[in-house]
């Protein structure tokens, strides 16, 4: 068979021949990056359903919508990019326990699973009142929906309540295995010397938690605009003050886990230190130059007590460059894993595609279609507290 | 039509297959139901079914590999035959082995490395489908140099078979990491595991691809292609399990080293004659 691969890797130094076909493309950026975001605003659902914290109310039931529009879209970019997706039930049902990646169906299935079940207890009150509002096909798709479970007694809404904190006690651990083990698929692999760190696993979710933030930050100012209903300051100041306190510690974990990297300087770091001067340039000034400018900002804003326009500004700042910073973490250890040579004598460079199964106008499109379908499922069942004047429940 | 798929390999999968078919049993056996006696009583978790190939029996051998790097010559024969006996896509970029080449120019402390692939050697050859070394150090002041054939090592412990989530990549009972390509998904896993670079994609059929010892041969008792061709014998093929086989002397009669041995993959494939920058 001849073959002459199009988009084959350059490189300096000396790579292995094979190298020169990077494995993971672009795809597999967004992969731990949509699953990052889900963690994260699931997180913050729970800070209202589990630990009471009611300035969180306004958003939390938004925040699982959110979780769920993009949990649903997890497994596209990893289907894109595998040589034989048909096949993909293989590793459902032969899994091969000793590896990382056959886990993913079921660790992404459980969680989805429990998703739908806390939102129906979330949305079930509603539910039931609107397949009574509605007629027709609405009013039936409604009455499928409520599980032919129609009583909205005080009592039964308490049972629900009950369930979904119950829902949200699981959900923790779930978001946080969830995330821990992308950071796992990735910190597990010794052959790859910028992957294989203990330190993977946690990185991974706290970057996912603060980058989940920034998204529900700025759907819910974009959602308010639209409602034209004032975003609510106090939900605002305590995203901005959990984002702080996450974004704190990512960034000290990260900067400790530099900073022993280079007082070791175990064999290999003087090409380690050309990766990040060289392929990796741009995403390490985007990843630091975020977390860093958004660390300051909202410390501005919490001491400065920011109220109203200037608050929602300096959010929705924060929010934007909390994801593009996570975005370009996300690069920048999948790719950047990836140019750096297994030989440790030589560094690649990828350039992604831009069409083609894999290439950037798959992941925009990817990227799209959780946004798209949140919007659907809002308009279907709003999450927002008060609709027409009449208290929801949460 | 690629050779690939026509390779008579035992297929691991049927084996993950039985043993997952197994495990349902066994659960169903608790609950206390008839299932787990129509399943078929399987071999222990370990034993997987001897597959079915005329006059060999894998539990009778156990390959190595032997690389002289003192003798090579930089031919690159073996890479013509491997490529040519298994089918190995024909550009820069895919390789069941290559070669590398080591050179210390006079004061240097490291060495200057290249393969067949490196763009100036292609230039040499003509094509991406010819392999040849170039010139480049006819007049440097050269103060050492040597070649090292590099391919799959058929690890003790393969991180390949370790993260391959279907088990598609398999260790067989006589000592080879295969692939089964009817099986393989194509997500690159393993390829991102060894820590050899020893794997590559087979973009046409969406799987990936490495090395096999020239398992189709080898169960016939002939020599791996690579071996048959090497002009030099730098390249020892045989059967550990018979001391007097040429890869058990080679090992008995030489100090052997492997390559990266810190991965804990503990190779199979052992090395002659190569020096600290060789990884
Ligand atoms: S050299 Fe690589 S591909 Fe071969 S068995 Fe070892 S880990 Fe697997
Ligand atoms: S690409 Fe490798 S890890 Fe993935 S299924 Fe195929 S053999 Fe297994």
Redesign the interface.
């Known amino acids: ?5 199009a988009n ?1 890797a350059p490189y300096v130094g ?8 990077i ?2 493309s672009v795809l597999i950026v967004i992969y731990p990056y949509i699953t990052g975001l889900v963690a994260g605003a699931f997180i913050v659902s729970s800070l209202y359903h589990v630990f009471g914290m009611n300035q969180f109310k306004p958003v939390a039931r938004f925040a699982l919508l959110t979780a769920v529009s993009f949990m649903f879209f997890v497994p596209m970019p ?1 289907l894109f ?5 048909q ?2 039930f ?2 459902v ?4 326990w ?5 886990a ?1 169906s079921y660790v992404a299935g459980f969680y989805v699973c429990l998703l739908l079940l806390e939102i129906w207890f979330a949305f079930r009150a509603d539910i039931v009142a609107l397949s009574k509002a509605k007629s027709g096909l609405q009013g039936r798709i409604y009455r499928l929906l409520s599980l032919g479970s129609d009583d909205v007694s005080p009592a039964s809404l308490a049972i629900d309540h009950r369930f979904a904190t119950a829902l949200a006690i699981i959900g923790i651990p779930a978001a946080g295995g969830l995330h821990g083990y992308v950071g796992f698929l990735f910190g ?5 010397e910028w992957w294989s760190s203990d330190l993977m696993p946690i990185i991974f979710l706290l970057s996912a938690i603060v980058s989940g933030i920034g998204l529900l930050v700025v759907l819910y100012v974009a959602y308010s605009k639209k409602r034209k209903v004032p975003a609510s300051e106090q939900a605002l100041m305590g995203l901005a003050k959990t984002l702080w306190a996450f974004l704190l510690v990512v960034l000290l974990i990260e900067g400790l886990e530099l900073l022993e990297m280079f007082y070791k300087r175990l064999e290999g770091i003087d090409t380690v230190e050309r990766l990040i001067e060289g392929p990796i340039r741009y995403g390490m000034v985007l990843q630091w130059g975020c977390s860093i400018g958004v660390l300051g900002l909202l410390t501005v804003l919490i001491v400065s007590k920011a109220r109203g326009r200037t608050l929602v500004a300096g959010m929705t700042v924060s929010g934007i460059a909390m994801m593009i910073g996570v975005v370009a973490m996300r690069w920048n250890v999948v790719i950047g894993g ?1 140019e750096l040579s ?4 030589g560094l690649l460079i990828y350039y992604p595609e831009i069409l083609g199964h894999e290439g950037l106008l798959a992941v925009a499109f990817i990227f799209l279609c959780p946004f798209v379908v949140l919007w659907l499922i809002t308009r279907f069942l709003s999450p927002w507290e008060v609709e027409a004047g009449k208290e929801v429940s949460p | 039509m ?1 050779r690939l798929d026509k390779e008579k390999m035992p297929k691991a ?1 049927n084996a ?2 039985r043993n ?1 078919l197994r495990t349902v049993g066994i659960g169903a056996a608790c609950a206390g139901t008839w299932v787990s006696k129509t399943l078929p009583a399987a071999s222990s978790p370990q034993e997987a079914p001897i597959p079915n190939i005329p006059g060999y029996d894998w539990r009778k051998h156990k390959w190595a590999f032997g690389v002289d790097a003192t003798r090579c010559i930089g031919c690159l024969r073996c890479v013509e035959a491997c490529k040519a006996e298994n ?9 069941r082995t ?1 070669v ?1 080449r080591y050179v210390y120019l006079k004061g240097d402390d490291h060495a200057h ?5 490196e763009p100036g050697n292609i230039a040499a050859s003509g094509s ?2 010819a392999f040849r070394f170039d010139n480049r150090y006819q007049d440097a002041p050269v103060e050492k140099a040597f070649f090292v054939p ?1 391919l799959c090592n058929h690890c003790t412990h393969p ?1 390949c ?8 990549t398999y260790q067989t009972r006589d000592g080879v990491v295969l692939i089964d390509h009817s ?7 393993c ?18 691809d490495k090395c096999t010892w020239c398992y189709h041969r080898i169960t016939k008792g002939l020599q791996p292609a690579c071996v048959e061709v090497c002009p030099v014998e730098a390249r020892v093929f045989g059967d550990r399990n018979d001391p007097e086989s040429p890869i058990s002397q080679f090992i008995k009669n030489n100090r052997v080293s492997v390559l990266k041995p810190h ?2 993959n503990a190779p199979n494939v052992f090395y002659v004659g190569i020096d600290k920058e060789v ?1």
Request: include cysteine; charged fraction near 15%; glycine fraction near 8%.
């Open positions: 068979m001849i073959g002459t691969l084959a000396y790579v292995y021949p094979n190298e020169t076909d494995p993971w990893l990019h595998l040589g034989n997706p096949r993909a293989n590793a049902l032969t899994p091969h000793t590896s990382a990646m056959s993913f597990s692999v010794k052959a790859r990836q297994k030989t440790s004598k | 690629d999968a993950l297959r997952f089918g190995v896509t024909r550009d820069a970029h895919h390789f290559w590398e490395v290249d393969s067949q692939s991406e489908q590099k991180a078979v370790q993260v391959c989530p279907t088990g598609a099986y393989c998904i194509g997500c690159q896993y390829v991102q595991a060894c820590p050899y670079g020893a794997r590559e994609f087979n973009h046409t059929m969406g799987v990936t991965t804990g990884s």
